[in-house]
């Protein structure tokens, strides 16, 4: 008995979507009309799919499907033969695919074309290209994807300059490009020139003084604001699926789960043109995240231009693999780091064949947008840094110590987000996503400008915050007293370590409140209905407090050398203490707190860094973050997000230790108990049509067993309702003097045709002669992982051969749910 998850939309050819005020997967409402359960709440509005919604799922072989619930049997079977016969076996919206199925079916169509390419030369050539497809939709999907990242990083970081002033030789070269060729700057002012114009000087010219700093204060706050009402307000009006992160969603789409829309053209098209908005208005975001959706959606666009991909889900869930190792790629600038991302944190079936392909995609976008060259310093990496001095193996007590602030960060971050998302979806504030994100974004100006480490960027923070601190250095970070001439006439990389000046004691101070800001303004602005990432902020944090950290034992070596600390390793004159290296670590340390990520953290942030020398810190810090913030809550920030808004997905990481058996978790229960409705199933010989769709008519269910005997229950397969639907209408058009009184038969031989009576319904075809069947007494533990390692979506129940119930993937959740002491109603879909 499967029970019908969602349905979104009436039995025709064309999803639509009507009042998309707070739609998509960002906490919103969505009304389903046919959910065997309920209605399905997301956030706090209420949803119709009225609207054409871009189909990301091919409509090739059969799942569960979502009925809506069928009162009219004749009216709702006319309205499924719009996609005719070949529709049998498609899958619904919100329901998950059938790995098995759809492994068996490319096995086939290997098969197939191995016997023809023998035949023929042309059917040869035609298997050729279907072996070299997978890596020329890998090539086109690098070239889309490092292209559109390019042109977002050069976008957004002109934009960001835009609130601050406009270059006169041309406005649309940033602050950077325009002062490149000035030969007017100075070294203590080289950001300055008489090329770039700052608003108060445009409007009324000075640039110094209450009047300038209150006009660019304004200008600053009103661009941020445009900036933002922008973004949401697109978001909002046109692809309502383009806001967020979207790494949950796509971690929950890799694991076979359908959203439709969420990878189409119309969402790539507005995510790209949002994320620059929303990174360019100051919000404490990043673009990361989002830019591993946007290649997401590049890879499932480039998919319908390849059969085998387009119509088939696993396929295209391998696609979509790479496609997210992609994103991190020209994220990062970090190829491998992307792959083991993909591998490690968002896919959930990763082959071989994946793992090549994914570093064959991720290698072709890094050099597209090092062909580019957005950050305009002829690297790849974002954050390119230099350190000179060593770090020492005493060194590693500081490191951990980051380590389990970033644990701790991490974890009290995750609930404070997850508490403030829920608050969201169940209060009237979900209702009002633009007057949220204009508020925030309003607080989050004001704020920021008077501080200029919150008035950069985050890449710009971050990068300032690497820094080692050299002669030539003019930032405050490097205001270091020199009260020795002669350090002035050694090389840079080897200045000692120095006692701060005033402008490194103004800027801690700055620093420590930039970080309270960060810490804050982040756990509100996750989440809005706006394009949002997370590794830029939560890096932010902790470059902070290690730069805080870093800066700290710097001094302590300086005026305490003699301690038994630092006696041996670091004398006095000697350049001991990197701060910039402690500002990685703790970057590190709070995004693997915020992400649990482990392996592919590191190898990112050494390839974002060049600083391959580092490995040992940036482990030890990992490893201590997430073992502090595992400590105090199980869940990464992405598998708290799946697990607020329901979605069907099985953790691998999480074990099931309890003593269950299937009996217990099956429906219905046995011995009647919990309200269930009885077993619906489906006769081999003995129905009607017109009883078949009166059951199926009463019923929500999306698939029925096919038993002997209504008396014997002996099992004999299943079949999907979708199919059964779609095969009873295509008869009624096609074979003549089919009624209500014909028999269904899915025998096989069919029995002898009834004399003077009308034709026989054969349907043998659409049934599944092996469905999986457990024994009531399989322990639970065997059963959910079944369904994580085979992909299963629901599995029979029997005793001697005689069926009793259905365990699906829903039920599994929910009883996983419950044993956690969680609300087991929060599992919304199948």
């Known amino acids: 008995m499967l029970h019908t998850l969602i349905s979104f939309r009436k039995y025709n050819n064309v999803y639509r979507r009507e009042d998309m005020e707070n739609s998509g997967f960002c906490n919103d409402n969505y009304n389903s009309g046919t959910s065997d359960d309920d209605m399905v709440d997301i956030s706090g509005a209420t949803l119709d799919f009225s609207d054409d919604v871009p189909q990301i799922e091919g409509d090739h072989f059969g799942a569960v499907s979502s009925s809506g619930g069928v009162t009219n049997g004749q009216a709702k079977l006319m309205d499924l033969l719009d996609e005719a016969v070949p529709g049998v076996g498609t899958y619904e919206d919100f329901n998950t695919i059938d790995w098995v199925r759809e492994k068996s079916k490319d096995r086939d169509r290997h098969r197939e074309i191995a016997i023809k390419s023998k035949q023929s030369y042309w059917a040869l050539l035609h298997s050729v290209n279907d072996a070299f497809s997978g890596w020329l939709l890998m090539l086109c999907i690098g070239l889309m994807s490092g292209a559109l990242a390019g042109l977002i990083d050069i976008t957004a970081h002109w934009m960001t300059d835009l609130k601050e002033g406009v270059c006169l030789d041309g406005f649309w070269f940033n602050h950077e490009h325009c002062c490149w060729t000035s030969k007017e700057t100075t070294f203590h002012e080289r950001d300055k020139c008489p090329q770039w114009r700052s608003w108060a000087e445009l409007m009324v ?53 359908i959203i439709r829309g969420y990878l189409g053209k119309w969402t790539l098209m507005i995510k790209t043109i949002t994320l620059v908005l929303a990174v360019s208005s100051g919000l404490s975001l990043g673009k990361e995240g989002p830019l591993v959706h946007v290649a997401c959606c590049c890879a499932n666009v480039l998919c319908h231009l390849f059969a085998k991909y387009r119509l088939n889900e696993a396929k295209k869930r391998e696609v979509l693999s790479a496609a997210a190792a992609v994103g991190v790629s020209v994220a990062f600038g970090a190829p491998i780091g992307g792959v083991l991302f993909s591998l490690e944190e968002v896919s959930y079936y990763f082959p071989l064949k994946t793992l090549w392909r994914s570093f064959f995609a991720a290698l072709v976008a890094a050099f597209t947008l090092r062909s580019i060259n957005p950050f305009g310093n002829s690297r790849l990496v974002l954050f390119y840094v230099e350190f000179h001095a060593p770090w020492h193996l005493l060194e590693l007590a500081p490191f951990v110590l980051l380590g389990v602030f970033g644990g701790i960060w991490g974890a009290l971050f995750i609930r404070a987000n997850i508490a403030w998302c829920r608050r969201r979806k169940t209060t009237r504030l979900g209702r009002y996503p633009v007057l949220e994100v204009v508020a925030v974004t309003l607080a989050t100006a004001v704020l920021a400008f008077p501080n200029e480490y919150t008035r950069m960027s985050g890449s710009e923070l971050i990068s300032e915050l690497f820094n080692d601190c050299s002669l ?84 302590l070596a300086y005026y ?30 709070c995004l693997g ?118 008396e014997s229950q002996r099992l004999v397969g299943l ?19 089919v009624v209500s009184a014909s028999r269904v038969v899915f025998s096989d031989p069919p029995p002898p045709q009834v004399e003077n009576g009308p034709p026989d319904l054969k349907l043998r075809s659409i049934l599944d002669l092996s469905p999986f069947t457990v024994t009531d007494h399989t322990p639970m533990e ?26 699906t993937k829903k039920d599994i959740l929910k009883h996983m749910a419950q044993m956690a002491n969680r609300d087991p109603d929060s599992i919304l879909f199948n």
């Open 205 to 257: 010219g000075v640039s110094e003084g209450a009047p300038a700093y209150i006009v660019n204060y304004l200008m600053y706050v009103c661009w941020a604001l445009l900036f933002a009402f922008l973004a949401v307000s697109l978001v909002r009006a046109f692809a309502p699926y383009a806001c967020g992160s979207g790494i949950p969603e796509i971690k929950t789409i890799l694991s076979g789960f």
């Open 472 to 555: 030539l250095d003019s930032s405050k970070l490097c205001d270091y007293v020199n009260q020795d001439a002669a350090n002035i006439t050694k090389p840079s990389n080897e200045l000692p370590d120095r006692p701060a000046g005033a402008g490194l004691h103004s800027a801690l101070w700055q620093l420590s409140l930039a970080l309270l800001f960060k810490m804050v303004l982040t756990v509100f602005t996750f989440g809005m209905k706006v394009p949002s990432g997370l590794f830029i902020p939560s890096m932010a944090v902790g470059a902070i407090a290690g730069r805080l950290l870093g800066v700290g034992m710097e001094q």
């Open 560 to 589: 305490h050398h003699d301690w038994p600390l630092f006696k041996g390793w670091c004398s006095q004159g000697a350049d001991c203490i990197t701060p910039g290296l402690y500002a990685m670590v703790g970057a590190t340390a």
């Open 593 to 710: 707190g915020v992400t649990r990520m482990t392996v592919s953290l590191v190898v990112i942030m050494f390839e974002l860094t060049g600083g391959l020398e580092y490995i040992v810190p940036l482990m030890a810090a990992t490893m201590t973050s997430k073992w502090v913030a595992d400590a105090l809550g199980r869940e990464g920030i992405y598998e708290a997000h799946i697990r607020l808004n329901g979605y069907p997905f099985l953790e691998a990481k999480e074990e099931f230790g309890h003593k269950t058996l299937a009996m217990d978790v099956m429906r219905p229960r046995a011995g009647g108990r919990r309200g269930d409705p009885p077993l619906a199933t489906l006769s081999q010989e003995g129905m009607t049509l017109g009883e078949v769709e009166a059951l199926v008519g009463g019923t929500k269910f999306s698939g029925f067993p096919v038993v002997v005997s209504q």
């Open 719 to 737: 079949v999907l309702r979708r199919d059964l639907l779609i095969s009873i209408d295509n008869s009624r058009k096609h074979q003549e003097g």
């Open 782 to 807: 065997i059963v959910v992982d079944i369904f994580r390692k085979l992909g299963l979506r629901q599995c029979l129940v029997t005793h001697n051969g005689r069926l009793l119930g259905i365990i």
